[in-house]
């Protein structure tokens, strides 16, 4: 089995910074992709940024030069910088990981798993 724990998060001024982390455990053969979404109250859940295994990122364009994923293979944890904190951004962000790992027959098979979530409040 594989388990995904986010943590992080919490309420920060405007202009303040915070850093949420990620890390799947378990039977993991390698995982694929790492990233981040993100769900405001009444919105659907949008992508923030992504990271694949060879390192390559991308981004939203909302957070383009404010955010910055990073990835520690070695961990299986991904965090998310996020610099120059909006109100806009206030949102539970959620972490989702997929990869290949192996069933309880020994097959190896596709996982795709999601954070429980944390919350991000930015407010003065």
């Known amino acids: 089995q594989v388990h995904v724990m986010e943590s992080g998060g919490g309420l920060v001024q405007p202009g303040g910074s915070l850093r949420l982390s990620c890390a799947a455990s378990?039977?993991?053969?390698?995982?694929?992709?790492m990233g981040w979404y993100r769900q405001a109250p009444g919105m659907q859940r949008e992508l923030v940024a992504a990271?694949?295994?060879?390192?390559?990122?991308n981004y939203a364009d909302f957070v383009k030069g404010r955010f910055t994923i990073s990835r520690d293979n070695a961990k299986n944890t991904v965090y998310l910088q996020m610099n120059n904190l909006k109100p806009e951004d206030t949102a539970v962000y959620y972490c989702?990981?997929?990869?290949?790992?192996?069933?309880?027959?020994?097959?190896?098979?596709?996982?795709?798993?999601w954070g429980q979530g944390s919350q991000v409040t930015v407010s003065s």
């Open positions: 378990g039977n993991i053969l390698n995982i694929v992709w």
């Open positions: 990271t694949f295994t060879r390192g390559s990122t």
């Open positions: 989702r990981t997929s990869g290949y790992t192996r069933n309880e027959s020994g097959a190896m098979e596709r996982f795709d798993h």
